[in-house]
């Protein structure tokens, strides 16, 4: 019991501490500008810059936020793109982004593992989501682009 009484205690934010505010804006409108890959962390570097973003629960909250973003245009392009393809071409495309949701996450944790566990492990994990994650979308929506 003391064990997750500990663990509930660890996930919360101080006393005091607010969650920092992010705000998609910033990365939106640079892929609104065709702006690639470069628009990955623009998001959540604004929220890091805000307050509370200094922290490193501040970070980890900013870097998840746009990790969740590129998530979600990564699942709209996938599900978009189940819909339009032949059979033969969704079956690859599911294998496909199965194995690379295992690759991010051994590539992610061992990141992080070269952190020894230390405060700046999780962020590390995460910062490395964040842009795997961008990447995949970014692939996904050129892939299936031509399919019109």
Known sequence: MRA?????????PAAGQEAPAFDPAPTVACLEAEGGRDCAGRAARACMEGEGGQTTLGMNQCLASERDLW?????????????RIPPV???ALREMQRKWIA????T?????VRHDGGSLAGTVRLQ?????????????????AEVG
Do not use: I
């Open 71 to 83: 998530d979600a245009r990564l699942n709209d392009a996938y599900r978009s793109g189940m819909d």
């Open 108 to 112: 992610c944790n061992y990141e992080a």
């Open 89 to 91: 071409r969704a079956e």
């Open 128 to 144: 490395c989501q964040m842009e795997l994650t961008a990447d995949q979308a970014l692939r996904l929506d050129a892939s299936l």
């Open 103 to 106: 690759f991010r996450d051994a």
């Open 4 to 12: 997750v009484v500990l663990l509930a205690l660890c996930a919360a």
